[in-house]
């Protein structure tokens, strides 16, 4: 498949409506996360910088009105120039390819058995390493990070 199919194709996937001229950062955004890659994720920093030149020239002719990243509409040439750094990942995300294909099914899980896991409260933290020791033994969070950069935390995690 051609870069510009691919392109297009990756537009198509994140329409409203298969009419729609124009797609929403928003729901690009949210589908990424959904498959395990995030907002901080450093291989999207150029999408975000893209975004936010064209964040500024927006914001400049609206009055007073500032538009939010998730809220810029792309054509399919804004969607190219956007994309055209990381267009290897979409790609691959959007088309089930990372390690982890079924991300929400697999997170769905893994809440399922951190749920489980929580209501035990036996035991304490370990005394030889000191930063476990100082933890508090009430917090609990699970976190997980794929070779292929999908993340998901759950809990106390912050």
């Given amino acids: 498949m051609s870069q510009k199919d691919m392109e297009e194709e ?3 996937m994140c329409k409203l409506k298969e009419e729609d001229e124009m797609i929403t950062v928003g729901l690009l955004l949210h589908e990424l996360k959904s498959m395990g890659i995030r907002r901080d994720d450093p291989r ?4 975000f910088q893209e975004l936010k030149s064209i964040r500024r020239i927006s914001n400049s002719g609206s ?5 939010s990243i998730e809220n810029i509409q792309l054509n399919l040439n804004q969607f ?4 055209s750094s990381s267009i290897m990942l979409i790609s691959k995300t959007f088309r089930g390819h990372l390690i982890i294909p079924e991300f929400k099914e697999f997170c769905s899980e893994i809440s399922q058995i951190y749920l489980r896991c929580k209501e035990h409260s036996h035991g304490s933290p370990a005394n030889n390493i000191p930063q476990l020791a100082r933890v508090d033994p009430t917090k609990w969070a699970v976190s997980l990070c794929t070779v292929d950069g999908q993340r998901f935390s759950l809990g106390d995690f912050t």
């Fill in 10 to 12: 990756l537009f198509n």
């Fill in 44 to 47: 999207l920093e150029p999408i």
């Fill in 63 to 67: 009055e007073g009105m500032a538009i």
């Fill in 80 to 83: 190219k120039q956007v994309i």
